[in-house]
């Protein structure tokens, strides 16, 4: 008398139930289906690309070999790189700053800190055009790098907040008895800092960086109006191609930005965990 | 002010190491956080090589006390002395002491060795000089061998260790702990009490210790200070804090106590009587208290110097030979047992509802007496027992 018992699914076995494996699936479906339908047309072998009519890496070649795209893309990276060694030092500053000291006006300080990110993005961008317009003209026809200074500068004072809101979430599970301890056994302020203060801010560090650059990598709205006719940037080209027509350079374009961003997510994350993992004293 | 006798001054705990010299002095200090008064112009001097325990309880301004040798706060008035040294301008990291934090505060992301030889590389000890040092420190905790750990691979007392080798590497005149055993389970915290005792004599370092365990003070210590609420309560032995206390604060503290109100009916040279209104009987004491005559005073006795002996119906109080017939001797009923396994504390009640504690070593397997829960007994004590407390 064997009789086969088939076991019903436990009440937190979620994955074994089937409404919730097909909510999970469109899920999924929803995120990633445009994704990989923009990366399978990079390959798509027609200029007016919409219907498949076959492999090809011809579009990649010519994202390659179109000067102004490529342009385009290293100004984001260097505006993005330059972005996020700015925003982590400032970032991290001012979070050390909120999270040590007691001082009038602190309350404003952290508001206004907060501005950036809550304040809808068209308005910075406007904000910024008007700033480098009338306050603070940024000077033309700079040499490179130097004639993309507007765009960086407009990218750091969005991006900084968030690096100071991470290291300061990070900072609040500081145990002060390692400053003291440090100070202790002989270390100045400046050493106590660097051996103790950053190691523990590290994580909250890369988080942050990771924030940075992707947000400036990522930027259209500000970007666009900061930007000059000799300072594209990579999304702000995406768009003015846009305009003529959906090619399937546009795709490729795309598609290495993707692949870029996520590598770089991967070895931030990958740092992140290399780190030991601390026990909560 | 206490009711020491000389002849029954026990003798002080064995410390050949201690030295005359004053290591540290605190001077009329006093620290206020706005209104709030959290060290009381304090008075003392701790001696080399004394394993000195600062006791009280929590808020009594004790850690604030080590904290100002550390150079982690300032007093608001008087003046810290460490070697016969002013050391009001110096910032922590010039100071020599170092200290073992509560929490250990072990760097996370340092190796263990890293985190012992960080003093001496802030110090500039050279390669070759830091390293031996290291492993002999830690050697000297018993953590040979662990230098190339991370803390978060150490148990919470080896963490420990690393704390106190990385203080002790750096050859400190004092080292500081704030409330070292309190983060251990009960049998490592046995364990480390005597560790921390034969490391003291090893080293020869003066330790203070900072904790609010009466029983951590006691043993391991060879003077202790009672604070409370921001005030040095009483400064003495272990052995002195505990039968000579100068105070109900300091008797109810350390150890556990029976106290009764009283008034000093009799004041002489030889002997004393007190008149508690809460014990049926006199309690007399065989030696004078400097106290006027009918002023109020406390008498505190410990459960353990209270003897139980059966009581029939109707019979006649026992006497104790070395008081008058009718003193010292009171009746009442059992309430309450409990058992320890090595003891058994026992709940009395007096005639005056007042209930009394005392405690029975059990000497045998099978206890003879079986004494019983409602069964009536007469609690008797000797003329020597009682402390007697004028505030």
Partial sequence: ?281 | MTDAAPSNTPAAKPAPHVKENAIIRFENITKRYGKVVAVENVNLEIREGEFFALLGPSGCGKTTLLRMLAGFETPTEGRVFIDGRDVAALPPNKRPVNMVFQSYAVFPHMKVSDNVAYGLKMDGVEAGEIKRRVDEALDLVKLGGFGDRMPDQLSGGQRQRVALARALVKRPRVLLLDEPLSALDAKLRDQMRSELTSLQEKVGITFIMVTHDQDEALAIATRCAVMNRGVLTQVATPADLYEFPNSRFVADFVGSVNMFEGVLDKDEQDHAIVRAPELAAPVYLDHGVTGAKGSTVWVALRPEKIEMHKRAEGSVAMKMEDAPAGSNVVPGIIRDIVYLGSETIFEIELESGRRVKTFRSNLTRYDQEDFTWDEPVWLAWHACSPAVLLS
Wanted: proline content about 6%.
């Fill in chain 1, 1 to 281: 008398m064997a009789r086969e018992i088939k076991e019903k699914p436990g009440p937190l076995e979620y994955m074994r139930q089937w409404p919730l494996r097909v909510i999970v699936g469109a899920t999924l479906l929803f995120l990633y289906l445009p994704l990989i339908t923009l990366m399978v047309f990079s390959f798509n072998n027609s200029r007016r690309n919409i219907v498949w009519q076959g492999f090809t890496l011809d579009y990649y070649e010519k994202a390659f070999n179109n000067a102004s795209l490529l342009q385009a893309f290293t100004n984001s990276l260097t505006i993005a790189f330059i972005c996020t060694i700015v925003s982590v030092v400032l970032g991290a500053l001012s979070a050390v700053m909120l999270w040590r000291f007691r001082f009038p006006g602190k309350v404003l300080v952290e508001g206004g800190m907060a501005l950036p990110i809550v304040v809808p993005e068209i308005c910075m961008g406007v904000a910024m055009l008007v700033f480098f317009a009338r306050v603070m003209p940024w000077p033309q026809g700079l040499p490179w790098p130097l004639n993309l200074g507007a765009i960086t500068i407009a990218h750091i004072s969005f991006a900084f907040p968030f690096v100071a809101t991470v290291v300061r979430a990070r900072l609040a599970s500081f145990n002060r008895e390692l400053e003291e301890a440090a100070k202790d056994l002989g270390a100045s302020e400046w050493r106590t800092f660097w051996d103790v203060l950053v190691p523990h801010m590290q994580p909250g560090l890369i988080a942050g960086a990771l924030l940075a650059f992707t947000l400036s990598l990522d930027d259209f709205v500000i970007t666009f109006f900061t930007a000059g006719p000799d300072t594209i940037t990579f999304p702000v080209k995406v768009y003015s191609m846009l305009r003529f027509s959906v090619t399937p350079e546009v795709n490729a374009a795309s598609t290495i930005l993707i692949v870029v961003t996520v590598v770089l997510t991967a070895v931030g994350l990958h740092m992140q965990s290399q780190e030991p993992k601390e026990k909560k004293a």
